[in-house]
């Protein structure tokens, strides 16, 4: 069945960097766009950046463009995003999700469980 | 930016009950880019509604989605316990956004 699982969160301090990374298993990776969103705690969720299929096409939320790129490696099924600059109110969970189709233009049909970001000094 | 509302904010039912949920959107939308998730504490989302009224793998028929324009509804017939947690409208023409969630707890 389709896995996707998050890794690479953590403490960062405001300014710093940190690379989440997910790994998907299960299915087709290279066929199927792929989404990051984050929720703060106790809060809603926040769609923050997709990446197409093949990798030619990303797009971000305003809140976090030019600081944030997603990118992706169809070799090793792992879809990234690399936060630099980070913020206090960058601090969330952060999911990894696939779309149903190549182009990021239909509904998350899989998600991962999450993997939780903390920027603090 | 399509902004998405949803009300009520949190819905008090008890098992058995019929909720419906109320999602609002700023500008008028395709039914096509309409989702609804159910999301449970400490759980990722998990995706109920597709394209207004397509229900997802594996969700029970109690659960159904309507609506056109700027107002849909998701509804959810004689509540089960399983089905006490947090519903996400989100819209999927870019940019992607959700709505606040509505929390339906039990009475």
């Known amino acids: 069945q389709v896995q996707l699982v998050e890794s690479g969160g953590g403490v960062v301090q405001p300014g710093g960097s940190l690379r989440l990374s997910c790994a998907a298993s299960?299915?087709?990776?290279?066929?199927?766009?792929m989404h990051w969103v984050r929720q703060a705690p106790g809060k809603g969720l926040e769609w923050v950046a997709v990446?197409?299929?093949?990798?030619?096409?990303?797009y971000y939320a305003d809140s976090v463009q030019g600081r944030f790129t997603i990118s992706r490696d169809n070799s090793k099924n792992t879809v990234y995003l690399q936060m630099n600059s980070l913020r206090t109110e960058d601090t969330a969970v952060y999911y990894c999700?696939?779309?149903?189709?190549?182009?990021?233009?239909?509904?998350?049909?899989?998600w991962g469980q999450g993997d939780l970001v903390t920027v603090s000094s | 930016e399509i902004v998405l509302t949803q009300s009520p904010g949190t819905l008090s039912l008890s098992p058995g009950e019929r909720a419906t949920l109320s999602c609002r959107a700023s500008?008028?939308?395709?039914?096509?880019?309409l989702a609804w998730y159910q999301q449970k504490p400490g759980q990722a989302p998990r995706l109920l509604i597709y394209?207004?009224?397509g229900r997802a793998t594996g969700i029970p028929d109690r659960f159904s989605g309507s609506g056109s324009g700027t107002d849909f509804t998701l509804t959810i017939n004689s509540l089960e316990p399983e089905d006490f947690a947090v519903y996400y409208c989100?819209?999927?023409?870019?940019?992607?956004?959700f709505g606040q969630g509505t929390k339906v707890e039990m009475k």
């Open positions: 999700a696939r779309d149903a189709d190549k182009y990021g233009m239909r509904y998350c049909d899989n």
């Open positions: 299960g299915f087709t990776f290279r066929d199927y766009a």
């Open positions: 990446i197409w299929y093949d990798g030619t096409y990303k």
């Open positions: 500008q008028s939308l395709s039914s096509t880019y």
């Open positions: 394209r207004t009224s």
């Open positions: 989100q819209q999927y023409g870019r940019p992607w956004t």
